[in-house]
């Protein structure tokens, strides 16, 4: 299996546990400060979980961003398979490891609350594209019809 192939499978599995927690899962999420969450989780207690995926040491190791995602979470968790060594992984951040089509959240993140107004504000954008994505579901050719639309304007 390559990185791209095993990263899908731990996002995949990851969504699957998101579901079981009562979170709501979406993926590709842009934050405000340019960077990209793999998923950002709704949690049934209003708060956020970020979930950066990892499909191996050397993803993991060229990549500093994750710091930046605190900013935007009230929880940062890493996701990654059952052969990843997680030794690597920082201690200050939660853990979800994925077998097959399955995921277990072997440690808690520590919370770090939003701020009240930056809560709110990623609410709105997380219905936002929640919603838009529902409504590409259910109409694609009408979502395609307007994006188009709006590009030509």
């Known amino acids: 299996m390559n990185d791209a192939e095993r990263a899908f499978a731990i996002r995949r599995a990851t969504a699957r546990l998101c579901l ?5 899962p979406l993926h590709e999420f842009a934050l405000p400060n340019g960077r ?6 709704l949690r049934p207690d209003g708060g956020f979980a970020c979930i950066e995926v990892k499909s191996g040491p050397r993803d993991f190791l060229t990549d500093s961003k994750w710091p930046d995602y605190r900013a935007y979470a009230d929880a940062l968790y890493f996701a ?3 052969d990843f060594p997680l ?3 920082p201690a200050e951040t939660g853990l979800i490891v994925a077998v097959g089509l399955e995921a277990d959240l072997l440690r808690e993140a520590p919370s770090h609350p939003l701020a009240s107004a930056r809560r709110q504000a ?6 936002a594209l929640a919603a838009g994505r529902l ?4 109409d694609p050719v009408g979502v395609a019809s307007l994006r188009a639309a709006l590009r030509a304007e």
Request: aromatic share 8%.
């Open 87 to 89: 030794d690597l992984l």
């Open 135 to 138: 409504a590409a579901l259910e």
């Open 20 to 24: 079981r927690l009562g979170w709501a």
């Open 122 to 127: 990623l609410l709105r954008q997380f219905a």
């Open 36 to 41: 990209r969450a793999d998923i950002l989780a």
């Open 80 to 82: 990654v398979d059952q």
